[in-house]
């Protein structure tokens, strides 16, 4: 009788991206699925979603599947994600792709429109604050985690010289600081927890750019997969400290 334990199985990761039909969000996921994780595309739209893990999952070695996430509704994220879990096994990586930019060279922190403040933060801020809440007990039964905030160059105190924009500046600056005391929170858990700023990439939010997306999602893509030595708390662009 064969006493030889069965080798391992290697652990699929399961990996959430939100904001994941389009853009950056897009090629995040088409870089992990090429990595072999499987991946969730989340979106407000369940169409657009389900339609972009579609277009994925012709052409990649992991499982892709689309859901319908409203990352500013309580409900929204917490069936998402428990659904997320329940289906595929766990929440292994998190990357909070999702974000809206609805301020623009006219908009002054003098004179702020704070409608449109609020609706930066709900998104921008919050979303990440809540989505992130949702995974980590999950991340912590399995004692692995990855979650990857997608922040700005405009988010660096070192580097702003202009007052345009101060609702996503000002949102990205807190996305960072929220960043930083999770992975505070979390260190010794194996849950690393980094932001990173994919450049000026051209998207439908930023026409005019020339960054090509595949090169805005490699530095995601990189702290979503770290080694269990990796950095946590930090903030990145092209694989390297940013100062912020």
Known sequence: M?????PAVPVRRVAVVTGGSRGIGLEIGRQLSRLGLHVVLTGRDEASAKEAADQIAEHGPGL???AR???RDDDSVRST???????HGSIDVLVNNA??????PAHRASAPDFSRVEETLAT?????WRCSTAAIPFMRERGYGRIVNLSSTMASLATTTTGESPAYRVSKVSLNMLTRVLAAELEGTGILVNAASPGYTKTDMSPRATRPVEDGADTPVWLATLPDHGPTGGFFYDRQPLEW
Request: net charge negative; proline share 3%.
């Open 64 to 66: 892709v599947v689309g």
């Open 69 to 71: 996430l409203d990352v």
């Open 124 to 128: 921008n801020l919050y979303g990440v």
């Open 81 to 87: 994600f428990a659904e997320i879990a329940r289906a």
């Open 99 to 104: 974000g809206i930019a609805i301020d623009g």
């Open 2 to 6: 064969d006493t030889h334990e069965p």
